[in-house]
């Protein structure tokens, strides 16, 4: 699962059908393959309205 977020994230472009076959393969349902779709395309999309509108991390977030 974290294989397949990463990739989506990274390289989206690149996802194909056998990554949703992995998963299900692993035990993952059809609703499961969803939910981490959307989970990390939403962090991908709320990541990019703060870095395009130039909001800094809170205080209590360690900087990497």
Do not use: C, Q
């Not at 992995?22 to 309205?49: H, K, M, W």
């Amino acid at each position: 699962m974290l294989a397949y977020a990463v990739k989506l994230t990274r390289v989206p472009g690149e996802m194909t059908a056998s990554d949703v076959e992995d998963l299900r393969a692993a035990g993952f349902s059809d609703r499961d393959v969803l939910d981490i779709v959307e989970v990390t395309a939403y962090y991908a999309y709320a990541n990019r309205i703060a870095d395009g509108l130039g909001v800094e991390p809170e205080g209590w977030l360690p900087e990497d």
